[in-house]
Each structure stands twice: as C-alpha cells, then as structure tokens.
C-alpha cells in the first residue's frame, strides 16, 4: 500500500467524510451533540457508527468486526478527526479493543470485540498519580484471593473516557519485580467497588480519577497471563501511538483547512490576507508539514499491517511524535493567521488547539517519544 490508500480505503474514507458534512457538518449541529463543545463523545451518533459497522473496521469477522487491517482504523479516525465527529470515545476503545483481540481469552474477545463493533466503549487505566510517563512505577495492586479470585485496591487517574465506559482493562501490580510484575484485568465499569470522578480540563470532561476499593474479580478477569502485563503493553504501544497519529492528522487537516478558507476570503488593505506573501509562506510550509505527517502515518500503518507479528516501536514513536507537534504548531499558527477570530469560539480554531496541545501529552509524551526513538539508535 505504501503512502496511498487503497481503491477501497478511498471509498471508505469518501463515506465518512459524507456523514461527517450531513449529521455535524455545520457549527450549530455540533454545538447540540457536545453541549457546546463540553462533551467530546456523543452516543446517538456513536450508535450510528456503529449501525454502518465502522466501529468495528479493524477487528477480526469472527467478533462481528470487518476484518480491516491497522490502515483502514487509521482512515478512519483520521476522517472523524477531520469532519469533527463527536465519537470521542473511539480513540481509546479501539486501542483497548486490540489488547483483547491480541491477548484476552476467547470469552472475553467474544463478550468484548463483539460489543465494540455494537457501540461499547472501552477504558484502559495504566496511569496513577505517582506513575505516568513511569508505568512500571504503578501501584495500584490486585491480591489473589484464596478462591482464586482477585482483590484490587488504588487509583488511577488521566484515565480517558472511564465515565462513558462499558468496562475498563486495569494494569495492576500483582509481583514485586517492577515489569514482570504487572497484569491486566477485564473490569466491567459497574462492578461494585469502583468509583469514576472527572476531571475538568480544557478539552471538557474526557479524563476521570478511577477509584478502585475492595474491588472482587473472578480469577478468569485476567486478560492474557499474570504478571505478563508490561510485555503486552509494550507489544499493544504499536497501535496507541500510532492511532494517536492519525487522530491528530485529521485535526492538523481540518485545522488547516479552516484557515486556509479563513485568510482567503478575509479583505484587508483591499485583498485577501491571504495573498499576502507572510501568510501564502506559512501555508506553503504547513501544508509541507501536514504532508509529510500524512505520508509517515500512512506508511507505518503499512508496515504494521504488512509484518502483523514484528513491533515497530521507533516508527510509532515518531508518528505520534510527528503527527501531535505537527498538529499543535497547525492549530497555533492557524489562529495567528485568524487573528481575533482564532479566538473566538464562534469559528472553532480555539477548539483545535485545545484538542492539539493536550495530544503531546497523552499516550506518552512527545519527550518520551523522542527519547523511545533516540534510544533505537542505541543511544
């Protein structure tokens, strides 16, 4: 496939660019599915998604998905990114939805992919307030019981899309050795002794504090083999940083495009300000930029379909190194070009920046990034 998409990936793409202008296509419609951009994730069309199956695009047949690879999620979420699709919750699911499909049992990618490609959202809690960039610092701990069974005690936080969650997969230590001590556990969301708080950010409510207290989970809510949690991270960080890629691709698109139409046709000094040479070279250069983000995220997710078995962790890493910096310096230097109308709420490029600075921090930082990739070069 290389850097372009399939006949079928271009038609895929085609569609969802149509739903996008049809349900939320003007700035009222997507003022009344996020109440005024505090809701990132809204289920009636979230359930419209998955009534045309694309919730599904990259999980196997057998589950109810349609058997796409890596590139078609990637479309995908790429084009909701650029139509502002309010299917906040899509990002992390699918993400989670991948460590099933790699390590859960058979009943638990039955119960679980299956309710993906159905509308179910998924949360995935790593993070504590002592361990971030640090997972293997995590302290959040499950005891197994004399039944068998499991007891967790802590709390996680920054854990996204926890509130909207049908359950969460929960990174808990179960060992002393700070990797090989940790393992994953299918948590439905409602089970008792869960408690989920939000945390008000700048992007409205999309990361809570999750709250883990006397928590009792059967012995088969392990999710692949205990203490084996930190090598299946490391083989499902492939996909995080490379959907974070694509997500933030679409927002550098639409960032861009905006401005674009913004500085055309704003008159001052009797033209466009956007014939104007200081502003004609700064889009020459961010579409130079997007364009190279466009064609890194794409061949990854190439490679990574083409040799399914083998990690890619450099050229993950500097997709979502590539693809989040690309998309704040777009959403910045955007507004700029705006001026006062950047600002504004009323045209959207506020929204973009918002969503663009946070995206350098989340899924590992951009200085984690850099230091992943530095480090393949045995540095």
């Known amino acids: 496939m290389g850097s372009r998409l399939t006949a079928e990936q271009s038609d895929f793409a085609a569609a969802v660019r149509d739903f996008a202008r049809r349900e939320c296509g003007t700035r009222e419609q997507r003022a009344a599915l996020t109440q005024d951009g505090r809701e ?19 999980l196997p047949e057998e589950y109810g998905g349609a058997g796409g690879g890596l590139g078609d999620a990637c479309v995908f979420l790429e084009e909701t990114s650029y139509g502002m699709v309010p299917a906040g919750g899509f990002v992390t699911t699918v993400i989670t939805a991948k460590a099933y499909e790699g390590f ?5 990618r039955r119960e679980v992919l299956g309710g993906v490609a159905r509308g179910s959202v998924l949360a995935i809690a790593m993070s504590e307030p002592g361990a971030g960039s640090d997972v293997g610092a995590l302290r959040c701990r499950a005891e197994r019981r004399p039944d068998g069974g499991w007891l967790v005690d802590g709390q996680k936080t920054w854990i996204s899309n926890a509130h909207i969650a049908d359950s969460i997969l929960l990174v808990a230590r179960t060992g002393a050795d700070k990797h090989r001590g940790l393992t994953m556990f299918h948590v439905p969301a409602d089970t008792p002794g869960v408690e989920i708080r939000g945390i008000e950010t700048m992007g409205g409510r999309e990361v809570n504090d999750v709250f883990f207290t006397g928590v009792r989970l059967p012995a088969d809510a392990v999710v ?44 001052q000094f009797g033209r466009p300000v956007g014939s104007f040479q200081a502003l004609r070279h700064r889009v020459a250069d961010l579409a130079t930029e997007i364009e190279c983000t466009r064609l890194l995220v794409r061949e990854v997710a190439a490679d990574c ?13 500097m997709a979502k190194l590539k693809a989040t910096e690309t998309a704040k310096r777009v959403a910045l230097e955007c507004m700029q070009m705006m001026g006062g109308y950047g600002y504004a709420t009323e045209y959207g490029m506020e929204r973009h920046l918002r969503s663009a600075v946070v995206s350098t921090v989340y899924g590992g930082t951009s200085e984690i990034q850099r230091d992943i990739i530095g480090r393949s070069y045995g540095l």
């Open 224 to 267: 692949g083999e205990v203490d084996a949690g930190w090598r299946q991270l490391m083989a499902g960080l492939n996909h995080e940083r490379l959907f974070l890629a694509a997500n933030m691709l679409g927002l550098a698109r639409r960032a861009f495009d905006d401005a674009v139409a913004y500085v055309g046709e704003r008159e």
């Open 104 to 108: 859960g049992s058979e009943r638990q």
């Open 40 to 58: 990132p994730h809204n289920p009636k069309i979230y359930g419209m998604l998955a009534e045309l199956g694309w919730l599904g695009v990259c």
């Open 305 to 317: 379909d083409a040799e399914p078995d083998r990690l890619f962790p450099r050229e993950a890493s």
